[in-house]
């Protein structure tokens, strides 16, 4: 069984920071390939950012140079920190992690979501 759980999500200002913790247990290994993704109400789930062991991340073009992806390896950890977030900025955003690629959605485990609200 292995399991994600975010957490750092809450209520911010438009400008301000957060950032986002996602921490991967139950297993020995570690994903190949994580990422980040945020779902608005009654759309898709979307990816934003993504990190594989190796190599240069992925970011959406609606938060490059806002957001920043990093993986904690020997912590099983990933990490996104949002900067100058915006009021459309506010959605659930989720964990994700494939021991191979996250274009094969078959392969990805999920963690629960966590909450970004941006207003004033």
């Known amino acids: 069984q292995v399991q994600l759980a975010e957490s750092g999500g809450g209520l911010v200002q438009p400008g301000q920071s957060l950032r986002l913790s996602c921490v991967a247990s139950?297993?020995?290994?570690?994903?190949?390939?994580m990422g980040w993704y945020r779902q608005y109400p009654g759309k898709q789930r979307d990816l934003i950012a993504s990190?594989?062991?190796?190599?240069?991340?992925y970011y959406a073009e609606s938060v490059k140079g806002r957001f920043i992806i990093s993986r904690d390896h020997e912590k099983n950890t990933l990490y996104l920190q949002m900067n100058s977030l915006k009021v459309e900025d506010t959605a659930v955003y989720f964990c994700?992690?494939?021991?191979?690629?996250?274009?094969?959605?078959?392969?990805?485990?999920w963690g629960q979501g966590t909450q970004v609200l941006v207003g004033p």
């Open positions: 139950g297993s020995i290994f570690n994903f190949h390939v």
């Open positions: 990190k594989a062991r190796y190599g240069s991340p």
């Open positions: 994700g992690g494939s021991r191979s690629s996250l274009e094969d959605a078959s392969t990805i485990s």
